[in-house]
Structures are given as C-alpha cells and as structure tokens.
C-alpha cells in the first residue's frame, strides 16, 4: 500500500488523518459555545460579592 511495507506504518498515517479530522469536526461543533452557564455565572457572581465582603472586613 503506498510502498510501505508492514500495517503499522499505514495504520499510523490513518490515525493521524482520523485524529485531524475529529479535532477539525470538534471545533466546528464548539465555535461559538460560551464558556459559563447561566447557572455558573450566577454562582460567579455571588462569589465575587463574597469576596468584596470578605476583602472589606479585612
């Protein structure tokens, strides 16, 4: 196959393509996700308040 000899050197190359292919396809699906939920924005929020409080008592 391609004048290589032995499997694994073809499997490699195969794998390589596949492994490029998925991370291209993941990409695309992940584009434009955001990177918090509302729900762990919130939770940030409140965090951040915490600390404002806890940073004015100090």
Do not use: H
């Amino acid at each position: 196959m391609f004048g290589l000899e032995g499997t694994a050197v073809p499997v490699g190359f195969a794998l390589t393509i596949l492994s490029a292919l998925l991370c291209v396809w993941y990409g695309l699906r992940n584009w434009n996700r955001g990177y918090l939920t509302e729900e762990e924005a919130t939770q940030k929020e409140v965090w951040e308040q915490e600390d404002k409080k806890v940073e004015e008592t100090l």
